[in-house]
């Protein structure tokens, strides 16, 4: 839908009767018919489901009952999030077959606000992964150079929203899955604090870093859909049930009495210049909208990818030993029990999914789990500390999102220099941090940069009121030509 902004631009015409939810979608499903083709963002599309929901809408508009804040905004799902009656794939052969019996809380919240579910998007398997490349069912790619990869693990809700194929998308964040294929497609996109948003239906990856956040076309709508899924829940007794504050009248348009913390490092020693320079172009913004500029120290932020790589791996090989050949999707039939689950796990994960599931089990055994998982937990805590000292003396860190621009579909093919994406996004995981990525501008390639700003746990509407202001300041227009 090029003519609309955003949701929240397109839900404000629907509340006005100047389009139908119908009209809308029909004009969704034309951009997908054009563009899907190409950028091949979603593994599943529910033309039928999603007109129904819209028809739905326009039938209960007419009889003048109140809809919900995301009245007729369609909308992508990542495939580890589960929508009711619809496969919930992660990707992976290894879940073949199966249907989620439920809906994800986010998914209900998101339907009882009226938005309307377009289908399931691509990711690395389990969420595993950077750039999308992982996936066992399909290539997914950046709709601002099709040579390119979206980014990861989130990659078909990023390109889904870049291609203006959906309006809002969720994805899930582990250590920057939502924040690193957000700046490679140009989008906003927000890890929320650890707690805030409802992880029930969501397929764990690792459990004390994993949180479920949208893809948007604009901050407000970060902060819009934010406040449909926040939220205790009783269904997830990880959620908090701190209120969630009205995230809307968090948007600013100066940066008076705002501190920004910066890392000289992140951007002095950032291998790509034109990433460097837009994010310092963007910190010089912020200034002139009227923060003061602070440099502060994360000393122990270098380690966070090692850290990472213990702690993640160590919960996913806990997390992934439910698919066993019995309860969910794949069964390769064998003539024992025993038997049976070797094959189905050898068959049905990916090699990314195997090597993370043999590091995590090896971080954890007897042997080796003070010297990998014990340190490795040591070591996340002095991280936390680190931000705590920064966030006594800043409001917002501001860095790059990722070191560089999308970069091209099999151009990293070994596993250290994808899990090198994820440098500085990975510590607002491992510190329960809420973090977004906005889009300040493009590349020589005209391949757009992310700037990650990143707050202290329920400091959300800090994070909107700094990504606010710079994002009307910035007033840029980044669209692929598809
Ligand atoms: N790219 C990181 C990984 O491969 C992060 C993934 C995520 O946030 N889900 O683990």
Do not use: W
Not at 81 to 109: E, N, Q, W
Not at 147 to 170: C, D, H, Q
Not at 292 to 301: Q, T, W
Not at 382 to 395: I, T
């Amino acid at each position: 839908m090029p003519a609309i902004k955003d949701s929240f631009e397109l839900t404000k015409r629907f509340a006005a009767g100047e389009s139908s939810a119908e009209a809308t979608l029909q004009a969704a499903l034309r951009v997908i018919d054009a563009r899907e083709p190409k950028v091949g963002a979603f593994l599943h599309l529910d033309r039928d489901g999603a007109l129904a929901q819209a028809r739905d809408l326009d039938a209960r508009r007419k009889q003048g009952q109140k809809l919900g804040p995301l009245a007729a905004v369609p909308i992508a799902v990542k495939d580890n999030i589960h929508v009711a009656g619809h496969a919930t794939t992660c990707a992976s052969r290894m879940l073949d077959g199966f249907k989620a019996p439920y809906d994800a809380t986010v998914t209900a919240r998101l339907k009882a606000a009226g938005a309307i579910i377009l289908g399931k998007t691509n990711l690395d398997e389990f969420a595993m992964g950077s750039s999308c490349e992982n996936s066992a069912l399909k290539q997914t790619r950046n709709p601002f150079d099709l040579e390119r990869v979206p980014g990861g693990s989130s990659g078909g809700s990023a390109a889904a929203v870049a291609a203006r194929m959906a309006l809002m998308a969720l994805g899930s964040d582990t250590g920057g899955s939502i924040r690193e294929p957000a700046s490679f497609c140009g989008v906003v996109g927000l890890k929320p604090s650890y707690g805030r948003v409802s992880r029930y239906g969501l397929v764990a990856f690792a459990s004390s870093l994993d949180q479920i956040g949208p893809f948007t076309l604009s901050v407000r709508d970060a902060a819009l859909s934010l406040s449909v899924m926040a939220g205790a829940d009783p269904l997830d007794a990880t959620s908090s049930s701190e209120p969630v504050p009205d995230y809307l009248s968090a948007l600013r348009a100066d940066l008076r009495g705002m501190r920004v913390g910066v890392v000289r490092a992140y951007f002095d020693e950032c291998p790509n210049q034109d990433v460097a320079d837009r994010c310092r172009q963007a910190v010089e913004r912020m200034k002139a909208l009227g923060a003061e500029i602070v440099e502060i120290e994360l000393p122990r932020a270098k380690d966070g990818l090692a850290v990472y790589y213990v702690v993640a791996s160590a919960e996913a090989s806990s997390n992934l030993s439910r698919f066993d050949g019995v309860r969910y999707g794949l069964r390769e039939k064998t003539p024992s029990a025993i038997q049976n689950y070797f094959a189905t796990r050898g068959r049905g994960f990916g090699p990314e999914v195997k090597r993370r599931i043999m590091l995590g089990t090896y971080a954890l055994s007897a042997g080796a789990y003070e010297e990998f998982y014990g340190r490795a937990s040591r070591v996340r805590t002095l991280m936390v500390n680190d931000f705590k000292a920064a966030f006594a003396r800043c409001d917002v860190i501001a860095s790059p999102t990722a070191p560089f621009t999308a970069f091209r579909a099999g151009e990293k093919s070994d596993p250290l220099s994808m899990y090198l994406c994820d440098i500085y996004t990975i510590p607002a995981n491992l510190a329960g941090l809420c973090a977004l990525s906005m889009p300040v501008g493009a590349d020589a390639r005209g391949l757009p940069v992310g700037l990650q700003l990143q707050c202290a746990p329920y400091a959300e509407t800090t994070l909107f009121g700094a990504a606010s202001a710079l994002e009307s300041d910035l007033n840029l227009n980044l669209a692929p030509t598809l």
